[in-house]
Every structure is written in structure tokens, then in C-alpha cells.
T-cell receptor, first 110, second 112 residues
Framework: NAGVTQTPKFRVLKTGQSMTLLCAQD?????MYWYRQDPGMGLRLIHY???????AKGEVPDGYNVSRLKKQNFLLGLESAAPSQTSVYFC?????????FGPGTRLTVL | KNQVEQSPQSLIILEGKNCTLQ??????????LRWYKQDTGRGPVSLTI?????NTKSNGRYTATLDADTKQSSLHITASQLSDSASYIC???????????FGTGTRLQVTL
């Protein structure tokens, strides 16, 4: 039981490049989330999903897109990366009130 | 605007000592309050979750308290260990998990 896993762990992009972050969970959770964590700020919700095939915007959705084609996977896409998207990205899944977080992806946009 | 404020920002204590971390919130409506531990380079891990009717909850050496009237919570760590060195994040829910407000955390360092 791996819990929540994220791929890749680290990535460096140039401004304007695109990439996809993959989140996978093996706990059969309906709800999944993408957060970003920046120095001096609390985690902020980017997008979330309440089930396969559904997505919804969070607090800071601009510049990101998501897809939930399979229940166990939640993808976060950056179509045209900007330096302001340099951050650590966390995926989480949940049932009831309990959220389980992945190990994070550290993204640097130059 | 919903806010969660934590104090202190950082704290250094000797191994074996106790410490208390504070969390004040202005979140409405209130559903529950959570404390997470985040080791450096890792994702947050849940320590406790308290609803409106609970005023204390323990998880081993970690004890969280909640005063819903004053909108304050504390996390008390007893007999600290080196492995307690981490950031501790207070999170308040306004209903659903998509309505969580995260504090910026208290960075705790336990030294010999």
C-alpha cells in the first residue's frame, strides 16, 4: 500500500515550457487535491476532484489545468510555465475528514 | 477573509522538554480543526482532527486543545524527541475539504 505517490520529485523548466505532474493513490479515495506550498504562506488549493471525471477550481487555479480520467490518478498540467509557478506541489486524497498527502514535487521555473 | 495564524514562527527546545504551539483562527463556518506534522522535504501528516464539540484530543505525546469560543487551539508536545523536529501546521475546515485554511506553520527544532 503505497498511499499517495507523486511523479516527478523534482523538475526544472524554462519559462513557456509545459509539463504534467502525476498523482496516484491506491486507497480508493473519491476526493483528490492539488496544492502549492510557497515560503511564508500556507498551502493553497489549486484544483480538486470529487470523483472520476470531475474537477473543480480551488483558490489559485490560474495557469493550471487538471484531469481525473481514472479514479486513482489526478494530473496537474502547466501549459506555459511562468517563474511565479516555482513552488512545491502537493497532491492529496481523502475520505471523510482525513487527508493523505503525497511527498511533493519541487518545481523550478527559470 | 478566513485566516489561520500560528505562533511562534519557530522554536528551538532541548530534547526531553515540553512545548506548546498556538493557533488562532477566524474561519466561518467552523467544521473542524486539524494539526499536521510536516518533516522537511515531505508531505504533511495528520496528527489530530477536532470538531466543534471536542476540546482535547491526544495522539501519543501530542495533545491538541480547542477553545471554539475564543477560536484558539494549541498543540502540546510532551517529552520532545529529536524526531519531533518538523513544521507543525494548523488547518481549519469551513465545511468541505475544499474549504480548508492552512496556517503558515511553526518550525520546531529539538536539539541535544
Amino acid at each position: 500500500n503505497a498511499g499517495v505517490t507523486q511523479t516527478p520529485k523534482f523538475r526544472v523548466l524554462k519559462t513557456g515550457q509545459s509539463m504534467t505532474l502525476l498523482c496516484a493513490q491506491d486507497m480508493n479515495h473519491e476526493y483528490m487535491y492539488w496544492y502549492r506550498q510557497d515560503p511564508g504562506m500556507g498551502l493553497r488549493l489549486i484544483h480538486y476532484s470529487v470523483g472520476e471525471g470531475t474537477t473543480a477550481k480551488g483558490e489559485v487555479p490560474d495557469g493550471y489545468n487538471v484531469s481525473r480520467l481514472k479514479k486513482q490518478n489526478f494530473l496537474l498540467g502547466l501549459e506555459s510555465a511562468a517563474p511565479s509557478q516555482t513552488s512545491v506541489y502537493f497532491c492529496a486524497s481523502s475520505y471523510s475528514n482525513e487527508q493523505f498527502f503525497g511527498p511533493g514535487t519541487r518545481l523550478t521555473v527559470l | 477573509k478566513n485566516q489561520v495564524e500560528q505562533s511562534p514562527q519557530s522554536l528551538i527546545i532541548l530534547e526531553g522538554k515540553n512545548c506548546t504551539l498556538q493557533c488562532n483562527y477566524t474561519v466561518s463556518p467552523f467544521s473542524n480543526l486539524r494539526w499536521y506534522k510536516q518533516d522537511t522535504g515531505r508531505g504533511p501528516v495528520s496528527l489530530t482532527i477536532m470538531t466543534f464539540s471536542e476540546n482535547t484530543k491526544s495522539n501519543g505525546r501530542y495533545t491538541a486543545t480547542l477553545d471554539a469560543d475564543t477560536k484558539q487551539s494549541s498543540l502540546h508536545i510532551t517529552a520532545s524527541q529529536l524526531s519531533d523536529s518538523a513544521s507543525y501546521i494548523c488547518v481549519v475546515s469551513a465545511g468541505t475539504a475544499s474549504k480548508l485554511t492552512f496556517g503558515t506553520g511553526t518550525r520546531l527544532q529539538v536539539t541535544l
